[in-house]
């Protein structure tokens, strides 16, 4: 009879059954930190999907804003503990201003600072409710939950009504078919050249010819080109322009009085800037006598100022 070596014995079994303990430590520790890390991302991701918003966030309060990914990764916890000089601030408030029965206060970590809800009526303050100043409004929430309600009914309301563009697109469809075959009976008349092709086409080879033969074939744009393009742009903006200088300029005429103008302070109807002159001709044709004059002597007077001189 045979007997076993037991040291034989004892390698096939550590070859074949490898202990289960002999792991990787370090491993095992970032797999358990990386499974608490998403199951934390997601709890996360959870609250600021969420109507709530992330408690993180310090914008929640604003009915428009709608937490994402970058709410959680910027703001985290948020300010767990508010400081010191708030909560002396804080407390003075409460002495002054007591709560009233079903009034609690609650602690906002993404503002970093408290804040008042009643329960019953689900409204909230910032400040104590017996304070002057104190506004009492809905909390964000709600509003946020109610907005996206009614845009979800509007949507499905939306969606309930029949569509207008349905049977322009079956039209516009039967048109493309019609076209295509058309397109086809053509290329078929140009190929038979044969006595065998000459065989006449039948209509009925094509139903859509019949279905689109209803509708009003309608005429496709010219193209237009570039150039053409800019000149009729350019041209109307000078139009727009032109029209715009001359509104401009007459408004201005009508509106604008110079405030030294006695129209502007009196009943005196408004007038040319040449109204207020009294000259008359007599008066015109005297001055430019005495121009004259005057211009005389002085040529006159020239002449013996030179020899002096000399």
């Known amino acids: 009879m045979e007997t076993e070596n037991p040291h034989q014995k004892n390698i096939s079994e550590e070859f074949q059954y490898p202990s289960q303990y002999d792991l990787d430590h370090e491993t095992v520790r970032k797999r358990s930190e990386d499974n608490y890390w998403l199951t934390q991302m997601k709890a996360r991701m959870g ?8 408690k993180g966030c310090p914008n929640k309060y604003n009915v428009w804003h709608k937490c994402t990914l970058y709410c959680v990764n910027r703001w985290a916890e948020g300010v767990l503990k508010p400081n010191v000089e708030y909560m002396k601030r804080y407390k003075r408030l409460l002495r002054k201003y007591p709560l009233p029965h079903g009034w609690v206060e609650m602690y906002d970590p993404g503002c970093g600072c408290y804040f008042f809800a009643c329960e019953a009526d689900n409204v909230v ?24 309600e009614s845009t979800r009914d509007e949507d499905s309301d939306v969606e309930e009504q029949s569509d207008p563009c ?7 469809s ?7 075959e058309v397109e086809e009976i053509i290329n078929a008349s140009i190929r038979a050249k044969s006595p065998q092709n000459n065989n006449s086409l039948d209509i009925t080879d094509f139903p859509s010819l019949e279905e689109a033969s209803d509708f009003p074939t309608v005429a496709l744009p010219r193209k237009q080109k ?3 393009l800019d000149k009729a742009i350019s041209k109307q903006r000078k139009d727009r322009e032109r029209e715009r200088h001359f509104v401009r300029r007459h408004n201005r005429e009508e509106t604008d009085v110079d405030p030294m103008d006695p129209s502007a302070y009196s009943d005196t109807p408004r007038g040319k800037w040449s109204d207020g002159l009294h000259a008359t ?10 121009t004259k004059r005057n211009k005389i002597e002085r040529e006159g007077n020239q002449p013996d100022d030179e020899f002096n001189f000399r």
């Not at 039967?174 to 295509?180: I, S």
């Open 226 to 228: 570039s150039r053409d």
């Open 281 to 290: 001709d007599e008066g015109r044709k005297k001055k430019t006598e005495e």
């Open 166 to 172: 349905d049977e322009k697109e079956q039209h516009e």
């Open 47 to 54: 609250e600021a999907s969420s109507s709530l918003g992330y």
């Open 125 to 148: 303050s910032w400040l104590p409710p017996t304070h002057p100043k104190s506004q009492i409004t809905k909390c964000a929430a709600t509003v946020r939950r109610q907005m996206e």
């Open 174 to 180: 039967a048109q493309a078919r019609h076209h295509r």
